[in-house]
C-alpha cells in the first residue's frame, strides 16, 4: 500500500472509532450517566478533534457533569467550526444561561431557530426566557414532556444501535433501530442509520427504501442522498451480474440466441469479447 492509502485506511480507523465512542457517550448522555459519557466523547474528541458534533457531545457530558467553565471553550470552537448547525448554537446558549448571561443565551437560541425554525427545544426554552422578563411563567405542557420522554428513549435506542452497528453487530443494531423509528418514526436520522445497516447486508431494496423515506422527511439531508445514491449503484451492479448470468444461462440452452449474446456483450463487452476471441 502506497502511503497516501495507508493514511487513508488510518483515518477511517479513527472515524469508526470515534464514531463508535460518541454513540456510547450519547447512550451513557441519554442515561442520565454524565461521567461515563464525558469520558467516551473525550476519547471520540481525541480521535476527531475537529468534529463539531463530536465537540457538542463533549460539551453536553461536560454541562452535565457541571463543569460548565471547561463547556464553553469546546462549545465555542464548535460553533466556531460549524456556524450554521442549530445544536451548536442551543447547547452553548445552555451554558451562557447556566453562566447567568441570559442575553447572550437568548441570542443563540434565537440562531438555533433561524437555521431550525422547527427546533421545538429551542422554542420552548427561548419562549420561557422571555416570558420570564415578563414574569409570566406558563404550565408545564404534559403533551411535551410525553413527547420529550418518546424523544429521550428512542436517541437511547438509536445511538445503541449505531454502536453495535460500528461493532459489525448487525443483528442487535438492527434491533435497536427498528424500535428508535417504532418511538419516533419521523426522525431522518433514524431512518438513515437504518439504510446504512440494510446496505452493509446487501439487502440494497430495504436500504433504498429507508433512505427515501429520510429524504421525505428532510429533502436536503445530504447524508441520505449519496447513501441512496451509493445503493442504488450497487443494487445496479448486483442486477447487472445477476442479468448477465441468466443471460449466459440463456446461451447455455440456445448458443445462437443472438438477442442474449448482444445483450450479454453490452452488459459485459470487454469480459465477452475476450471470451469470443478464445
Not at 448522555?29 to 474528541?45: G, V
Not at 451562557?96 to 441570559?102: A, G, K, V
Not at 415578563?134 to 437511547?156: F, V, W, Y
Not at 449466459?248 to 438477442?259: F, K, M, P, S, V
Amino acid at each position: 500500500m502506497t502511503d497516501s492509502q495507508n493514511e487513508q485506511c488510518d483515518k477511517e480507523l479513527r472515524d469508526g472509532l470515534a464514531t463508535e465512542h460518541f454513540s456510547y457517550g450519547h447512550v451513557y448522555l441519554d442515561q442520565d450517566d454524565s461521567e461515563r459519557a464525558r469520558e467516551e466523547f473525550t476519547l471520540a474528541a481525541e480521535l476527531s478533534p475537529d468534529n463539531s458534533t463530536v465537540l457538542i457531545g463533549l460539551g453536553r457530558s461536560l454541562l452535565a457533569c457541571g463543569r460548565t467553565g471547561e463547556a464553553l471553550p469546546i462549545l465555542e470552537k464548535a460553533v466556531s467550526i460549524n456556524a450554521h448547525y442549530a445544536d451548536g448554537h442551543f447547547h452553548l446558549a445552555q451554558v451562557y444561561l447556566e453562566n447567568d448571561e441570559r442575553d447572550k443565551a437568548i441570542d443563540h437560541f434565537k440562531e438555533a431557530l433561524n437555521i431550525n425554525p422547527r427546533y421545538n427545544a429551542a422554542s420552548a426554552v427561548l419562549s420561557r426566557l422571555l416570558q420570564d422578563r415578563n414574569h409570566d411563567i406558563p404550565e408545564p405542557d404534559a403533551g411535551k414532556m410525553e413527547h420529550d420522554k418518546l424523544s429521550r428513549q428512542a436517541n437511547t435506542h438509536f445511538h445503541l444501535g449505531t454502536a453495535l452497528l460500528q461493532k459489525n453487530l448487525l443483528q442487535e443494531a438492527l434491533a435497536e433501530l427498528k424500535q428508535a423509528i417504532a418511538l419516533c418514526p419521523h426522525y431522518p436520522d433514524f431512518h438513515n442509520r437504518l439504510g446504512e445497516l440494510y446496505r452493509k447486508r446487501e439487502l440494497y431494496h430495504l436500504a433504498e427504501e429507508e433512505f427515501r423515506l429520510a429524504l421525505k422527511l428532510n429533502p436536503r439531508y445530504m447524508a441520505a442522498t449519496l447513501n441512496l445514491a451509493k445503493a442504488l449503484q450497487n443494487h445496479a451492479t448486483v442486477l447487472s451480474q445477476q442479468a448477465a448470468d441468466t443471460f449466459r444461462l440463456t446461451l447455455e440452452l440456445d448458443a445462437g440466441n443472438a438477442q442474449a449474446q448482444a445483450a450479454l456483450e453490452a452488459l459485459c463487452p470487454h469480459v465477452e469479447s475476450s471470451e469470443s476471441r478464445t
